[in-house]
């Protein structure tokens, strides 16, 4: 599957961006995704990850109430709608499909869009 995400830019603390990832290559809606973010000189960490169907939801405990992960597998696409930006969530995010073992694991995605840099100024 070919994964690209857009939406990134730079937004002042308290801002709001709506990240988008467009799948393509396999059926979309048969892969569990999930968003992940890395910062300067930091490893990859999980930020949000979402069913097949979308009805289940997970999120990192300093996302969670201000972000918001959703997908729409007919239009074989994926979002992070992100509200009250702080400038601890300046990153590189990734959108990710999971291919085995955990979920909150980047290890666990096979596949990878090329990221899309989040700058939060203070």
């Known amino acids: 599957v070919q994964l690209q995400a857009s939406g990134g830019g730079l937004v002042q603390a308290g801002g709001s961006l709506r990240l988008s990832c467009a799948a393509s290559?396999?059926?979309?809606?048969?892969?569990?995704m999930g968003w992940f973010r890395q910062a300067p000189g930091k490893e990859r960490e999980f930020v949000a990850a979402i069913s097949r169907s979308g009805r289940s939801t997970y999120y990192e405990a300093s996302v969670k109430g201000r972000f918001t992960i959703s997908r729409d597998n007919a239009k074989n696409a994926m979002y992070l709608q992100m509200n009250s930006l702080e400038p601890e969530d300046t990153a590189v995010y990734y959108c990710?499909?999971?291919?085995?073992?955990?979920?909150?694991?980047?290890?666990?995605?096979?596949?990878w869009g090329q990221g899309t840099l989040v700058t939060v100024s203070s």
């Open positions: 990710g499909a999971h291919f085995s073992g955990s979920y909150y694991s980047p290890g666990g995605y096979g596949y």
């Open positions: 290559g396999r059926t979309f809606s048969s892969d569990f």
